[in-house]
């Protein structure tokens, strides 16, 4: 199983910018899709959530400015960031629950992290 973000880069303030994530490999399905961001210095901080239903969650931080989506015939998440602001940037990573096989337990997999560095 492999999960390859994508969409980060160099913005100014006040810009946009959509993140994606696609899950690959062999996988039954997926359950949960997360977004999380870790600035330098920093922890790692959970930024958005989005269940298989697309009940959404967000950190305060972010409320208002992102929007997590997904496309489950992609196994695809997404991440539409607006309104950024400097203290936005960090190594954005993906994170999904999923299962390989119909009896298999659901498992937490990690992407890889996608920079995103807002100027002022």
């Known amino acids: 199983v492999q999960l390859q973000a994508s969409g980060g880069g160099l913005v100014q303030a006040g810009g946009s910018l959509t993140l994606s994530c696609k899950a690959s490999?062999?996988?039954?399905?997926?359950?949960?899709m997360r977004w999380y961001r870790q600035a330098p210095g920093k922890q790692r901080e959970l930024v958005a959530t989005?269940?298989?239903?697309?009940?959404?969650n967000y950190a305060d931080s972010v409320k208002g400015r992102f929007a997590i989506s997904r496309d489950n015939a992609k196994n695809t998440v997404y991440l539409q960031m607006s309104s950024l602001k400097p203290e936005d940037t960090a190594v954005y990573y993906c994170?999904?629950?999923?299962?390989?096989?119909?009896?298999?337990?659901?498992?937490?997999?990690w992407g890889q992290g996608t920079l995103v560095t807002v100027s002022s």
């Open positions: 994170r999904a629950q999923l299962s390989l096989a119909e009896s298999d337990p659901l498992y937490w997999y």
């Open positions: 989005i269940a298989t239903g697309g009940i959404t």
């Open positions: 490999g062999s996988i039954f399905s997926i359950n949960a």
